[in-house]
């Protein structure tokens, strides 16, 4: 008996050194830009504007064709406008973010990546009258925003570049009743985000 205590100790202690020992997920910091803009409603003349993202993220470090990447961010997004009128000129939004995608390997250091991302709007505001900001700080959005999130990875050895491009699944405005505006911004129809983004991941 005093031999299968010695046996089986050493039994399983060698086949656990013999199995691949799992390689943990990689936790870093996301640091970036975008372009974003809104479309769809009573919106007109709608312009491209420019912001800032950076959170963290969690990427799977197992060496597979497919591999997880999760990931919460804060950014600012929103969009500008160009209005004959000159009344409304810009919309901002602050957003978390938070995103399951799936990376596929392409090559050594390439990946594509496709997922999903829930939005979560923080805050919204609209910009009247040469860029005074207007008493509709909290505008009728939707909290969130479920978006669909498609990529490119370019693999470096200080950082990885990551390109994503985002876009609403659903319809995120309701009704606006911003009338007195001109044009009007009483929503018809559906409003939603669009992004595209540059990141640098450590």
Same mark, same amino acid.
């Given at each position: 008996?005093?031999?299968?205590?010695?046996?089986?100790?050493?039994?399983?202690? +060698?086949?656990?050194?013999?199995?691949?020992?799992?390689?943990?997920?990689?936790?870093?910091?996301?640091?970036?830009?975008?372009?974003?803009?809104?479309?769809?409603?009573?919106?007109?003349?709608?312009?491209?504007?420019?912001?800032?993202? +950076?959170?963290?993220?969690?990427?799977?470090?197992?060496?597979? +064709?497919?591999?997880?990447?999760?990931?919460?961010?804060?950014?600012?997004?929103?969009?500008?406008?160009?209005?004959?009128?000159?009344?409304?000129?810009?919309?901002?939004?602050?957003?978390?973010?938070?995103?399951?995608?799936?990376?596929?390997?392409?090559?050594?250091?390439?990946?594509?990546?496709?997922?999903?991302?829930?939005?979560?709007?923080?805050?919204?505001?609209?910009?009247?009258?040469?860029?005074?900001?207007?008493?509709?700080?909290?505008?009728?959005?939707?909290?969130?925003?479920?978006?669909?999130?498609?990529?490119?990875?370019?693999?470096?050895?200080?950082?990885?570049?990551?390109?994503?491009?985002?876009?609403?699944?659903?319809?995120?405005?309701?009704?606006?009743?911003? +009338?007195?505006?001109?044009?009007?911004?009483?929503?018809?129809?559906?409003?939603?985000?669009?992004?595209?983004?540059?990141?640098?991941?450590?």
């Amino acid at each position: 008996m005093k031999y299968w205590l010695i046996i089986i100790p050493v039994f399983v202690y +060698t086949n656990l050194n013999a199995q691949p020992k799992k390689i943990p997920p990689k936790l870093g910091v996301k640091m970036g830009a975008n372009l974003s803009t809104i479309f769809g409603g009573m919106l007109v003349n709608q312009r491209p504007r420019a912001g800032i993202q +950076t959170g963290l993220y969690m990427k799977d470090q197992r060496k597979k +064709t497919f591999r997880n990447f999760a990931e919460i961010e804060m950014a600012f997004t929103g969009s500008n406008f160009r209005n004959q009128t000159g009344e409304y000129r810009k919309m901002n939004f602050l957003m978390i973010n938070a995103s399951f995608c799936k990376f596929k390997k392409i090559g050594n250091k390439n990946e594509l990546l496709l997922g999903i991302q829930n939005a979560y709007i923080l805050q919204s505001e609209l910009y009247v009258n040469g860029e005074v900001k207007a008493k509709y700080r909290d505008m009728a959005f939707s909290k969130f925003d479920p978006q669909i999130k498609v990529g490119f990875s370019q693999n470096k050895e200080i950082a990885s570049l990551l390109w994503e491009l985002r876009f609403s699944i659903l319809n995120i405005g309701k009704p606006l009743n911003l +009338t007195e505006l001109s044009p009007s911004l009483n929503k018809k129809g559906k409003i939603k985000n669009f992004s595209l983004g540059a990141s640098f991941l450590f």
